[in-house]
T-cell receptor, first 115, second 111 residues
Framework: KAGVTQTPRYLIKTRGQQVTLSCSPI?????VSWYQQTPGQGLQFLFE???????NKGNFPGRFSGRQFSNSRSEMNVSTLELGDSALYLC??????????????FGPGTRLTVL | AQSVAQPEDQVNVAEGNPLTVKCTYS??????LFWYVQYPNRGLQFLLK??????LVKGSYGFEAEFNKSQTSFHLKKPSALVSDSALYFC?????????FGSGTQLTVLP
């Protein structure tokens, strides 16, 4: 089985721009979660999608948004980029059939640099 | 609110020696605990999880973790460290399908 894939792997943007990151989960997985990793704040949960619906959301401003398509692929969008948005953005998928405790499989991440 | 603490930013151990990476947690209700490892420029790889049952959990690559409810700890252990174990290790607790991570511990295994 192919793992979680994220595109692009690296991005450079300037302040004020917007960016879209993509995540393809493991085949058969319906849950996709997004995390932000920075040296200062560590790993922080952004949001989780299941069957095209956002089920859970972390404590991030409205500039951060996402969506999930019918094939479970997910996109994350950040508008009006700020320098502090520079981070590694990780996507994770799980079977998450509604219960807890499903192992999350992580992709390699997208490294976003905001200049 | 749930939280996870990894009190050591850095752990150094000689190859062949046992290693321990510490983790304590705070969560209401039953904890669902995880360990992940991250190699440079890579995503997180799952090592092991504790849901219920035996307090000693065995995982990938020879790692194991001991769940201690009275001390609210979930320390990661390996009997004999390898240089290739050098990486960043994260402890996490899951609630409501959301992982809350500790700050990470950089493990360096010295040859």
């Amino acid at each position: 089985k192919a793992g979680v894939t994220q595109t692009p792997r690296y991005l450079i943007k300037t302040r004020g721009q917007q960016v879209t990151l993509s995540c393809s989960p493991i085949s058969g997985h319906r849950s996709v979660s997004w995390y932000q990793q920075t040296p200062g704040q560590g790993l922080q949960f952004l949001f989780e999608y299941f069957s095209e619906t956002q089920r859970n959301k972390g404590n991030f401003p409205g500039r951060f948004s996402g969506r999930q398509f019918s094939n479970s692929r997910s996109e994350m969008n950040v508008s009006t980029l700020e320098l502090g948005d520079s981070a590694l953005y990780l996507c994770a998928s799980s079977s998450a059939t509604g219960g807890l405790n499903n192992e999350q499989f992580f992709g390699p991440g997208t490294r976003l640099t905001v200049l | 609110a749930q939280s996870v603490a990894q009190p050591e930013d850095q752990v150094n151990v000689a190859e062949g020696n046992p290693l321990t990476v510490k983790c304590t947690y705070s969560v209401s209700g039953n904890p669902y605990l995880f360990w992940y490892v991250q190699y440079p420029n890579r995503g997180l790889q799952f090592l092991l999880k504790y849901i219920t049952g035996d307090n000693l959990v065995k995982g990938s690559y020879g790692f194991e973790a001991e769940f201690n409810k009275s001390q609210t700890s979930f320390h990661l252990k390996k009997p004999s460290a390898l240089v290739s174990d050098s990486a960043l290790y994260f402890c996490a607790v899951e609630t409501a399908r959301q992982l809350t991570f500790g700050s990470g511990t950089q493990l360096t295994v010295l040859p």
